[in-house]
């Protein structure tokens, strides 16, 4: 995978991925990244690139013939057209499917803004896919775009480990991954779930599914809603409201939070197994 990024802090860029796991797979040749500085561009030659908003408004916008002249320019060099991904926040929503997808392809442009926007006409011109990391507002596109690179070269063979591979599972089968604990057994009165220290491998990966479950309806119900589900999940699933149900029984009141569902969660629930 080959990295292109036009920008105005290459610097930036360069800082945050030639570290770690990252720094590493450009050293050893699985990626490659090279950033523009869009400045070297200016019309003027002075280092300007940005003006007045027509229409008027607070702020200035990147002109259109700086950052054309520098795509231009980097398209000659490696003779070739890849995709031109431009952050923004009125772009299409990142997530593991796109960069799936990104992964696929062997050169991406990025083009990073800043100010107020880039001039339409050159967005028309040169970019492919318009994507935004986040209902959220930065101050410019260099964060996102390294967001996008980091995940994208996860899939590049090659940048991680075997053993870094298995990690970091959550989405890849629609679920929020389960928690990990390590040594010591006791921290600070806190104990290690026995279930881990059993060496149960069966009832290990059972107890990490359910806990990927119970995570995804707490946080990510819309994940859950389109994950695939198997029997044992279902009865995992119909156990919490049973809890919950016993629980109230025990009471008779009702009002016993039993296994701390919240309401919501309940009749979401209800509704998920009812299907
Ligand atoms: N530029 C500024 N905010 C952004 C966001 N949320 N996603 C992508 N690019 C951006």
Not at 18 to 25: D, E, F, H, L, Q
Not at 134 to 152: F, H, K, N, Q, R
Not at 173 to 191: A, H
Request: net charge negative.
């Amino acid at each position: 995978m080959n990295y292109y990024v036009l920008t105005l802090f290459p610097e930036m860029i360069e800082n945050g991925m030639n570290t770690s796991i990252i720094g590493r797979a450009i050293a050893g040749g699985y990626l490659s990244l090279e950033t523009v500085n869009i400045r070297d561009y200016s019309l003027s030659g002075n280092g300007r690139i940005d003006d007045y908003p027509y229409g008027g408004g607070a702020g200035m916008v990147m002109q259109a013939e700086p950052i054309c002249r520098a795509y231009e320019d980097l398209v000659q060099r490696i003779g070739k057209k890849p995709r031109v991904v431009y952050l923004t926040p009125q772009g299409r929503v990142f997530d593991q499917q796109m960069a799936e997808k990104l992964a696929r392809e062997e050169d991406l442009i990025f083009l990073c803004g800043h100010y107020e926007g880039v001039d339409e006409r050159v967005l028309e011109e040169i970019v492919t896919d318009h994507v935004s990391i986040g209902d959220y507002v930065l101050t410019g596109g260099e964060l996102p775009a390294m967001v996008m690179m980091d995940s994208i070269a996860r899939m590049v063979p090659g940048v991680l480990s075997n053993q870094e591979s298995g990690q970091y599972e959550s989405f890849q089968d629609g679920l929020l991954e389960y928690p990990q604990y390590s040594r010591p057994e006791e921290w600070r009165g806190k104990q290690v779930p026995p279930v881990l220290l059993s060496g149960h491998h069966g009832n290990v990966d059972r107890w990490r599914r359910d806990q990927s479950l119970l995570r995804t309806l707490r946080n990510r119900p819309e994940l859950l809603a389109r994950a695939e589900l198997d029997k044992k999940d279902r009865k995992y699933l119909q156990s919490l409201l049973d809890e919950e149900e016993a629980a109230r029984d025990a009471d008779g009141t009702g009002c016993v939070p039993g296994n701390g569902l919240t309401e919501e969660e309940k009749k979401f629930l209800t509704k998920l197994l009812a299907i």
